[in-house]
């Protein structure tokens, strides 16, 4: 078991930023592969980004890519996402998640960017991007 809390959420005007963090406790941090996913009222939740268990690769979706950064620290147990540059279009709850079975991120060697692929998920983090 994993648990995962996330914090940094809130209401910006848009072109602001955000930090967001998931603290990860229960086991070992550099066991999981990490990923970043959005949901908006009566959408699917959404891929945002993914990083590989030491941090050395990562990925994000096409909306995202040259505004956001993932990022993490196994020392603090903690994920990271840099969200730039926001758009009202970003407003979404924010979760994280973890899977210890995910293989590669590398070149998209392994699958890793829907849902169904992370096993432990937090709460969520609101962020509202105001116009």
């Known amino acids: 078991q994993v648990q995962l809390v996330e914090s940094g959420g809130g209401l910006v005007q848009d072109g602001g930023s955000l930090r967001l963090s998931c603290a990860a406790s229960g086991r070992t941090f550099s066991s999981f592969t990490m990923g970043w996913f959005r949901q908006s009222p009566g959408k699917e939740r959404e891929y945002v980004a993914a990083i590989s268990r030491l941090g050395l690769y990562t990925d994000y979706a096409h909306s995202v890519k040259g505004r956001f950064t993932i990022s993490r620290d196994n020392t603090k147990n903690t994920v990271y996402l840099q969200v730039n540059s926001l758009k009202p279009e970003d407003t979404a709850v924010y979760y994280c998640?973890?899977?210890?079975?995910?293989?590669?991120?590398?070149?998209?060697?392994?699958?890793?960017?829907?849902?169904?692929?992370?096993?432990?998920w937090g709460q969520g983090t609101q962020v509202t991007v105001s116009s």
């Open positions: 998640a973890a899977d210890e079975y995910i293989g590669d991120i590398h070149n998209h060697a392994s699958d890793y960017d829907h849902a169904s692929d992370y096993r432990y």
